[in-house]
């Protein structure tokens, strides 16, 4: 009895190994910067390693081996890293990783003590990377990594979300009118009304956003510009302690930040990214890609319980917007198991009960202001 929960044990922790190598692997294939790449290719043969232990685990107790084969949401990971770049799913998977640190706790073998202390090795440099755009300090990367052979406002996130939220309001807004009226027509102009206003509020709320980030960091940096001409000494001590924090003897990172302070040419770029958290390059982004990106995806969202009313109308349009929401609320649950590792019937359908109680509330309060008004 006690071998068979081994083996089910075992498997599970092979294939957790077996997804962090197949996206680790995809990461570096996608990373422009060619240490970062490196870097994802030796977690890749560390997660190929751990692997390897467990089937040998596996085979000691003449357990059969099944064929290496990644998950699916490994491979959607796989698919939004190669599609959008590695700093869309680097918060998801460092929390992932913390996760799969505190999985090998408990466990008796000394394979799980050691594959535990790298996973929370492999999570504090995820951590790091998905601070900037430029990646991490070289420095800091070869010490963590020698750690390691000793022993994530995440886009992901805000893109569900976003959907969920077109989704959940209008599906809302459409069933409150409904219940009000038996007019389509008013409806799918409500529908729409709620599609265009929602949308434009998020655009110009995620724009206003960007844009004052941007400005604040354009400010941030031309006074870190004219420090390193009034005080650079004190720019000194500055990047001298970042470089502590990160791990680095004194002596080290005295040395580190004394060779960056003489390299004139980047120093505002190495303190810009290391001191205050900016790609000067990027400054956060382009508020106006944030401000489409957010109204494309509220508007995503809002159609589904719009588009029956574009065919049909009375209770028909009403059942099939209320199918076809479902169903996509169903989806929106099952990509928030990309970050909560939750079962997908589960968040699925929690999903879903939660958006058609919502539906269902407004559609008893139209009802009722229907039946009042009548």
């Known amino acids: 009895m006690s071998s068979t929960k081994d083996i089910e044990r075992y498997l599970a922790n092979r294939q957790k190994e077996i997804d962090g190598a197949a996206m680790y692997l995809a990461l570096a294939e996608s990373e422009k910067q060619p240490p970062m790449a490196?870097?994802?290719?030796?977690?890749?043969?560390?997660?190929?390693?751990?692997?390897?232990?467990?089937?040998?685990?596996?085979?000691?107790?003449?357990?059969?081996?099944?064929?290496?084969?990644?998950?699916?949401r490994t491979t959607i990971m796989i698919w939004l890293a190669r599609r959008f770049g590695p700093q869309f799913v680097l918060p998801t998977l460092t929390a992932n990783e913390r996760a799969d640190s505190q999985a090998y706790d408990g466990q008796p073998e000394t394979e799980a003590e050691e594959f535990s202390t790298d996973e929370k090795s492999h999570a504090?440099?995820?951590?790091?990377?998905?601070?900037?755009?430029?990646?991490?300090?070289?420095?800091?990367?070869?010490?963590?990594?020698?750690?390691?052979?000793?022993?994530?406002?995440n886009a992901l996130r805000a893109a569900v979300l976003g959907a969920n939220d077109g989704l959940v309001s209008i599906l809302s807004l459409t069933m409150g009118v409904a219940g009000a009226t038996n007019?389509?027509?008013?409806?799918?102009?409500?529908?729409?009304?709620?599609?265009?206003?929602?949308?434009?509020?998020?655009?110009?709320?995620?724009?206003?956003?960007?844009?004052s980030s941007r400005e604040l960091y354009e400010h941030q940096i031309k006074i870190e510009a004219e420090e390193?001409?009034?005080?650079?000494e004190e720019e000194l001590e500055e990047l001298t302690l970042i470089y502590q924090s990160k791990g680095l003897p004194e002596g080290r990172a005295r040395e580190l930040a004394s060779h960056?302070?003489?390299?004139q040419t980047h120093i505002l770029d190495t303190l810009a990214r290391e001191e205050l958290g900016i790609d000067p390059e990027e400054l956060g982004g382009s508020a106006y890609e944030?401000?489409?990106?957010?109204?494309?995806?509220?508007?995503?969202?809002?159609?589904?319980?719009?588009?029956?009313?574009?065919f049909w109308g009375g209770a028909l349009a009403i059942y099939l917007s209320l199918a076809i929401s479902g169903l996509g609320?169903?989806?929106?649950?099952?990509?928030i198991t990309l970050m909560t590792g939750r079962g997908v019937l589960y968040s699925g359908f929690r999903q879903v009960l939660v958006g058609?109680?919502?539906?269902?509330?407004?559609?008893?309060?139209?009802k009722l202001i229907g039946i009042s008004v009548s």
């Open 290 to 310: 944030a401000a489409f990106t957010s109204f494309f995806l509220f508007a995503v969202g809002a159609i589904f319980p719009i588009f029956p009313y574009l």
């Open 228 to 232: 390193i001409t009034e005080s650079p």
């Open 356 to 366: 058609l109680a919502a539906a269902g509330l407004t559609y008893g309060v139209g």
């Open 329 to 335: 609320l169903f989806i929106i649950g099952a990509a």
């Open 183 to 211: 007019s389509n027509t008013d409806v799918l102009i409500a529908g729409l009304a709620g599609l265009l206003a929602g949308a434009g509020s998020m655009a110009l709320g995620e724009w206003l956003s960007v844009q």
């Open 38 to 72: 490196e870097v994802y290719r030796k977690l890749a043969a560390s997660e190929q390693k751990h692997a390897t232990a467990w089937e040998k685990k596996l085979a000691d107790l003449g357990a059969r081996i099944p064929p290496r084969r990644i998950s699916w």
């Open 124 to 153: 504090r440099l995820l951590a790091m990377a998905s601070q900037s755009t430029s990646g991490i300090p070289g420095g800091t990367v070869a010490q963590l990594e020698g750690r390691h052979r000793a022993s994530g406002g």
């Open 260 to 263: 960056m302070m003489e390299d």
